[in-house]
């Protein structure tokens, strides 16, 4: 039998300064350190105006070299003091994995920067994230149990292929993020790529690079219809800036055969003097070579998402960061005992960057 619940390669993430990873570094031992009061140190942590800037500098890099992580159980029994509030003590964060197999989400890179980036920062927030593989062995009312009687009660939701059947999850005990638009729910709050602004980053690159003629192929599959067109949305507004003369058609490929794709791509490309294309679709290159096109002397090519789209200049959508300020959210929610699916879900969209490479080289020199 598989273990229910699956910590997920915790060794792999782990970066501690602590040279007795066994002794927690409190607080007291950073102020014996400095030979300054706790009261300080607490101060410096905070960048209380109450000391100097370079004070606040010296305790941070006292603490961060010591291995000093803040103890979030200590922070939610300071509020519990204060509020006279029954709510547990936290000290954990679930990551919910609803994959078949399982394996299949880390398996897509970007997917897995957003656990190291979630990891990362919730480690340094002073929670331990874990994966807990909903499936035929571990029910969503199963897995309310387990979290419930661990004291857990923040979840993060990274994307998920198919829809995970939640039944009467207790949504109201926990406080929760999505990644992502490909759930449909919960309803709750959102950290996601800006695809829309991403779209339109790209476009003014690759203009900048002396394109004229930049068309979008897309596979609108049943996830992105879920989650949204927010790339074609990005795209249109993009052509909205550029001259009537340099608007390309969009190309959807989602009902043609495989079969039928390369034709439909060589079509498109020649009846609209594309000379650059902008693409979602993962194997798309193998597409464009079987329409007889060279990239990138026939035509350029770049991707919404360099990291699982083998194509090396496009837009990187900076994962890492998504995961941690998904990590940053939760433990906002959970500190001010956010719980349940909000009446207004917040979305958090992080900027992506350009990445230059070898399949859209520079024209306009």
Not at 121 to 148: T, V
Not at 165 to 193: M, T
Not at 294 to 319: C, K
Not at 354 to 361: K, N, T
Request: charged letters at 25%; proline letters at 7%.
């Amino acid at each position: 039998m598989r273990p229910i619940i699956a910590a997920r390669r915790v060794a792999r993430w782990t970066a501690v300064t602590n040279p007795d990873p066994e002794k927690r570094v409190t607080q007291r031992d950073v102020a014996r350190e400095l030979g300054v009061s706790i009261a300080t140190v607490s101060l410096g942590l905070r960048n209380s105006p109450e000391i100097s800037p370079a004070r606040c500098r010296e305790i941070q890099a006292a603490a961060e070299r010591m291995g000093y992580l803040p103890n979030p159980a200590a922070a939610e029994l300071a509020h519990h003091r204060r509020r006279s509030s029954t709510l547990p003590i936290i000290a954990s964060m679930a990551w919910i994995n609803a994959w078949q197999p399982p394996d299949r989400l880390s398996s897509y890179r970007q997917f897995d920067a957003y656990w190291t980036g979630a990891f990362n920062a919730a480690r340094k927030l002073g929670y331990q994230l874990e994966e807990f593989r909903l499936g035929d062995d571990l029910a969503a009312d199963r897995l309310d149990r387990i979290l419930s009687a661990r004291g857990i009660r923040g979840i993060m939701l990274p994307p998920q292929r198919d829809q995970p059947a939640w039944g009467d999850f207790p949504w109201q005990n926990y406080s929760v993020i999505r990644f992502g638009r490909s759930l449909k729910e919960p309803a709750c709050h959102i950290v996601s790529s800006d695809h829309v602004a991403n779209a339109m980053r790209a476009f003014a690159e690759i203009q900048c690079r002396g394109y004229r003629r930049i068309g979008f192929l897309t596979d609108e599959d049943e996830t992105m219809r879920r989650g949204g067109h927010h790339f074609e949305a990005g795209v249109l507004m993009a052509q909205r800036f550029s001259s009537e003369d340099e608007r390309v058609p969009i190309c959807v490929i989602t009902r043609v055969p495989n079969s039928g794709r390369a034709e439909r791509v060589a079509r498109w490309v020649a009846g609209n003097g594309i000379d650059a294309v902008f693409t979602d679709v993962a194997n798309a290159p193998d597409i464009i070579r079987r329409a007889a096109l060279r990239i990138p002397e026939d035509v350029a090519v770049s991707a919404t998402n360099v990291a699982d789209i083998e194509i090396p200049a496009g837009i990187d959508q900076q994962p890492l960061e998504i995961g941690r300020v998904g990590a940053l959210l939760l433990h906002s929610l959970i500190s001010n005992h956010e719980r349940g699916i909000p009446v207004i879900p917040r979305q958090v969209l992080v900027d992506g960057s350009w990445v230059d490479g070898a399949s859209l080289p520079d024209r306009s020199v």
